[in-house]
């Protein structure tokens, strides 16, 4: 029977369980691979599984195939946090705060473990071994929210598995099969390689005490003893990490053990590596080479690196002379490491290894024998042996230069400039050097790319110099004539690498005819290379005479046929138009058909062309080239399509536009056609900082020139300008506010000052309309500024100065209503008035009021008239006292008896005016007046919202709250409305007026609705802070914990506890709520047991934290039930 997750379905994945229970072993394993898979399912992730016990029982089943996929099952929904351990993290987590209950596991874990190490079957020891690998190595990714270190985390096991540790010595000792013992030699690594594990477990270390010699055995499988190898590569790791463990002396005694182990298989080890021959019988090769590799390893010790090099001098020389590669590999490195300290026994052998050297020197089946050589002769050098020693293998080590590899390359450089740092040495290499360099040209295609590279690294050593300068000729003959392009690549790039070196300049300025005469091959690779090897040279003045007459060769390149050419040769003319020394020449170059190609490169079907053309045509127009109109005239009849292309085109595109415009105030009037398109870029969403701050510069250059001031002015404002009354100018602002980019904001500063240069002429515009436009310009400024903690007055913030201050003082008194509002808005934000401009101030905001009031009193009030009043309500503190309650009447009678468009306004003043505490005795009967539009059929969701936010401002005072709370009850009648705006705010309400001591009947009433809302997803977060405020009071809380009781317990499976009672319960307990009372203490204990799956999850997340104090505290009261200490005493009722 086969199983698959694929088939299933999440209301299906309760049946899964049920496999788990057939007779046949077939489909409980089924079953539990099902389960097993579901683990790594994404979909999956919040399905609860109900199959925990079910899982945990099949660890005793009578089939070990199915115990051993229960046990692979459970740790893989462990890992995943699928389960929280062997029973509820939360009851754990209880358990262990209050009663130490110290081990996570049952006790039976560790004897189901051993008892599949010691089965017959080898599938099941296998699978076993594999999962305590996992579990040490891997540990629990959602460990219980006690434990913050991340050792603790891989811990939680580390006990069962300890115990585990006999068994493994025991089916080390007994004997088994090569899969089980490597599998059991891995797991062995992984947990000797865990630090925490290692200071924890007497019972490990002294384990692999005694099974690591038997495991290296001559007697064991060639495999089995390469594999045991990797145990002391581990363990010798740890002389290196002694300050890992948390006692420093329990750290002495686990390294101690460590060395004693190395000590103790080194003899023979080494016996090993020396011998050709076992001792006892043939020894396998592979297993010698792995030995030579582990050595290597642990001679990086100075513990055990003196321990061995007696035992391996007299076997060097047989080492080199005998012996397959890669033995012969592997012993040269441990020799080059031991000799690291210049040994005696090395420098003795060195003389017998050379007769041998040149034969590894020379081996052309494996460069790492060839490197190996190289690498021991680097050593020797540094134990100064006998210079006569090394004269049989230097014209070797010459050839090795020309190597096909690099490291062998590199490696035999360093030793000829090591050995050529001394004078008997030096004329023997310089000797042999000229042949290499002569024969460049005769050898093969690899053979002559490496002597070139060999050149670059020689000419930074300055004893090579002459004999590099003698090879410039072979090099350029390489260039030009090879029949291999890569040879001819390696030889530009040579040229390239020696102009960087000041001995080589002149010799390279004779090639450069030689290498621009290459722009011509028909091989687009060597003309790029070309092309980036003049960008070289061009970075150094002693070329600069010769680029500069070679330039337009390379501005022909921009036709290349190939798009990297084309590139490339934009790169370098952007490059050297920008520099002094080459500006003027490819500005001439630049010129006539030459301009008309570049023109033509900003429509290339390439995008990185396009942008290289629109850059360098920029640079040009920005370093004042001399231009035919008509290319100019094609540029900018294409700077539409160009705005319109990919990001980075149009960036470019913007750049050149601003520059434009800068230039000429014809190119301005050409291009005004697309300041809408810049705007829009500018408030776009999907627009970035630097797209936007180039269309800053952009704009900010047409306002410099006079042209569309007004739109340019209209797309910027939004950029400081916000308010939260308007929808529209919220929304414009929200795009800048989380640009953090300094360069942006001194963009839009400077785009600031150019406008308001232009705007103030609309402070005296005859237009009312225009008058206020202009004045809430500046105030949009001037507010954004003095939020900033600036003045517009103490510095050069806008124009050079602020001359506008007198004329917006003369509005305060214009004839518009609307402009004298506007000026108060800005005047009042003045700093430092004189007192007879302050007192003017106070007498336009009187003069104001009474103008607005005059309208409000009109039979038919207009609903703008309402809303100057609100503007003017927040400077009421200078109008006459009596004013302002003789306005209250008419807003009333407005609000209660007018058209509905008066509502909203209307109440938006009263809620301005509530802000004064002088007008709060006027105010206090507006409560009972308004509240009643809430039931008001006449009402729409609109006003009814609008009253509740009105009510939501007074219940800020304590002089409105008992006027409030005697209305509570049209309030309570709203909570069941449809709309949830009205149903949340209505809440926020209830919420301010219940900060009394005392809780009016009338609230408690409305219990059952409250309960209720906590379902509602919009309502919850204000409902269930509600109902945690009302839970204060004793009988409300007793009712409050019946009604959720019933859902806690597990006897009622058909009754599911909501998301919304989950929170009210987290709430109740981080506001501390639950006292020491029975029904409080029932209610904790029943929570703390149930068994319900969606709240044992609930509460692993986010309740052990307030959870665990109210168990503390009941602890130290000495009022912790008697039910609590007998729930947690016995790990079987935890199991149950």
């Not at 088994?176 to 059991?184: H, R, V």
């Not at 080239?625 to 539409?640: C, G, L, R, T, Y």
């Amino acid at each position: 029977m086969v199983l698959g997750a694929a088939a299933v379905t999440p209301p299906e994945i309760s049946l899964v369980p049920n496999f788990l229970e057939y007779g046949d072993w077939r489909v409980r394993v089924g079953g539990l691979q099902v389960l097993e898979s579901l683990a790594d399912d994404t979909k999956y992730e919040k399905i609860n599984f109900p199959a925990q016990e079910k899982i945990v029982r099949r660890l005793s089943d009578d089939d070990e195939r199915v115990k051993v996929a229960g046990l692979r099952t459970l740790f893989k929904l462990i890992n995943n946090g699928k389960f929280k351990f062997f029973f509820p993290q939360h009851t754990y987590i209880v358990a262990q705060t209050c009663f130490r209950i110290e081990s996570p596991s049952p006790p039976a874990l560790a004897d189901i473990i051993s008892s599949l190490l010691k089965s017959d079957s080898q599938d099941s020891r296998t699978s076993v071994i594999s999962i305590i690998s996992d579990c040490v190595t891997k540990g629990i990714p959602n460990p219980p929210p006690c434990y913050t270190s991340p050792d603790d985390r891989s811990a939680e096991f580390y006990p069962a598995i300890d115990e585990t540790v006999p068994s493994i010595k025991w089916l080390a000792m007994k004997g088994t099969d090569e899969d089980t013992y490597i599998a059991m030699i891995h797991t062995v690594c992984s947990m000797a390689n865990i630090d925490q594990f290692c200071a924890s477990s007497n019972t490990f270390v002294a384990a692999i005490h005694e099974i690591v010699p038997l495991l290296l055995s001559n007697k064991q499988q060639p495999s089995v003893r390469v594999a045991a190898l990797q145990i002391i590569s581990v363990i010798s790791k740890h002389g290196k990490r002694p300050t890992i463990f948390k006692s420093q002396v329990r750290s002495k005694c686990v390294l101690d053990r460590f060395c004693s182990i190395v000590d103790k298989v080194l003899p023979s080890l080494v016996t090993v590596a020396a011998a050709k021959e076992d001792p006892i019988e043939e020894c396998d090769e592979i297993f010698r080479i792995e030995v030579l590799k582990t050595l290597y390893d642990l001679a990086k010790y100075e513990t055990f690196r003196g321990k061995m090099d007696s035992g391996l001098s007299e076997a060097y020389a047989l080492a080199v002379k005998d012996g397959t590669w890669p033995a012969r590999v592997a012993f040269l490195r441990l020799m080059s490491m031991l000799g690291a300290k210049a040994k005696d026994a090395l420098k003795k052998a060195v003389k017998e290894i050379m007769p041998y050297l040149n034969t590894t020197l020379s081996d052309d089946e494996n460069s790492q024998i060839r490197k190996a050589g190289v690498e021991f002769l680097s050593i020797s050098v540094v134990q100064e042996v006998s210079p006569s020693n090394f004269n049989s293998v230097v014209p070797t080590l010459v050839t090795l230069l020309s190597d096909s590899e690099e490291d062998v390359r590199i490696a035999a450089l360093q030793t000829l400039s090591d050995l050529a740092k001394q004078e008997v040495f030096r004329k023997a290499i310089t000797g042999r050097l000229p042949d290499l360099l002569d024969a460049l040209t005769r050898n093969k295609p690899k053979t002559q790319i490496a002597t070139l590279k060999t050149c670059v690294a020689l000419a930074k050593d300055g004893t090579f110099h002459k004999i590099v300068h003698s090879a410039v000729s072979s090099i350029a003959a390489c260039m030009k004539v090879d029949p291999d392009q890569d040879v001819r690549l390696a030889a530009l790039a040579t040229f390239s690498e020696l102009s960087r070196e000041e001995a080589f300049r002149l010799a390279v300025s004779e090639a450069v005819p030689d290498i621009i005469s290459e722009l011509k091959n028909w091989q687009w690779t060597i003309r790029l290379q070309v092309l980036q090897t003049l960008s070289i040279f061009a970075k150094n003045n002693a070329f600069s005479d010769i680029i500069n007459s070679s330039l337009p060769r390379v501005v022909d390149s921009l036709k290349d046929e190939n798009e990297d050419v084309r590139v490339k040769s934009l790169e370098i003319s952007l490059s050297l138009i920008q520099q002094d020394a080459y500006r003027v020449s490819i500005q001439e170059a630049l010129r006539g058909s030459r301009l008309s190609t570049l023109v033509d490169l900003t429509s290339d079907p390439q995008m990185s062309v396009r942008i290289g053309a629109i850059q360098l045509f920029s640079k040009l127009v920005e370093h004042g080239a001399f231009m035919d109109p008509h290319s100019v005239s094609k540029v900018v009849s294409n700077i539409s399509r160009l705005l319109l292309d990919q990001r980075d085109v149009c960036i470019a595109a913007l750049e050149l536009t601003s520059l434009l415009v800068t230039q000429d105030v014809s190119y301005a009037k050409q291009l005004t056609q697309e300041i809408p398109k810049l705007i829009q870029f500018l408030r776009g969403d999907d627009s970035d900082s630097k797209m936007r701050l180039n269309v800053l510069k952009t704009l900010t250059a047409f306002i410099t020139q006079g042209q569309s001031v007004d739109a340019v002015a209209a797309g910027i404002f939004p950029i400081f300008s916000f308010s939260e009354d308007n929808d529209q100018q919220r929304d414009a602002y929200s795009v800048f506010k989380d640009i953090k980019e300094q360069e942006f904001w001194d963009a839009a500063a400077r785009a600031y000052n150019a406008v308001f240069s232009r705007v103030s002429s609309a402070l005296e515009h005859p237009n009312p309309r225009a008058r206020v436009s202009g004045l809430n310009a500046l105030l949009a400024l001037v507010d954004q500024v003095n939020k900033e903690g600036m003045t517009v007055y103490d510095g050069e913030i806008i124009g050079p100065k602020f001359h506008d201050r007198p004329t917006v003082l003369r509005l305060l008194h214009d004839e518009d209503l609307d402009v004298r509002v506007s000026a108060i808005h800005l005047a009042v934000l003045f700093v430092g008035l004189e007192k007879k401009a302050e007192k003017n101030l106070n007498e336009a905001i009187k003069m104001a009021w009474e103008k607005a009031m005059t309208d409000v009193r009109h039979p038919n009030p207009s609903a703008a008239s309402f809303e100057k009043l609100t503007k003017l309500a927040h400077y009421v503190h200078v109008i006459d006292e009596k004013s302002v309650p003789a306005a209250i009447p008419y807003i009333l009678d407005a609000i209660q008896n007018k058209s509905r468009t008066l509502v909203i306004p209307g109440l938006c003043t009263l809620s301005k005016l509530a802000a004064n505490e002088n007008f709060h005795e006027s105010l206090v009967e507006v409560v009972r007046k308004i509240t009643g539009l809430l039931t008001n059929k006449k009402s729409n969701m609109e006003i009814r919202v609008e009253v509740l936010q009105t009510l939501l401002t007074l219940a800020e005072y304590d002089k409105f709250r008992p006027k409030i709370l005697a209305q509570v009850s049209a309030i309570i009648s709203i909570l069941r409305d449809r709309e949830p705006n009205i149903r949340v705010t209505g809440l926020k309400v209830l919420l301010k007026i219940v900060q009394e001591e005392k809780v009016s009947d009338r609230i408690k009433s409305a219990m059952p609705t409250l309960l209720t809302l906590i379902h509602d997803m919009n309502a919850r977060k204000e409902c269930v802070a509600l109902i945690t405020h009302l839970a204060r009071d004793r009988t409300l809380r007793a009712e409050i914990l019946t009604n959720i009781l019933p859902l806690v317990r597990d006897n009622l499976p058909d009754q599911m506890i909501s998301w919304g009672h989950m929170c009210l319960i987290a709430s109740l307990f981080k506001h501390k709520r639950l006292k020491d009372e029975a029904s409080d203490l029932q209610f904790v204990l029943c929570l703390i047991m149930s068994r319900r799956v969606e709240l044992q999850e609930y509460m692993a997340r986010f309740m052990t934290g307030t959870l665990q104090p109210y168990l503390e505290t009941w602890i130290k009261a000495q009022t912790f039930p008697a039910s609590f200490s007998s729930a947690f005493s016995s790990l079987a009722v935890l199991k149950d």
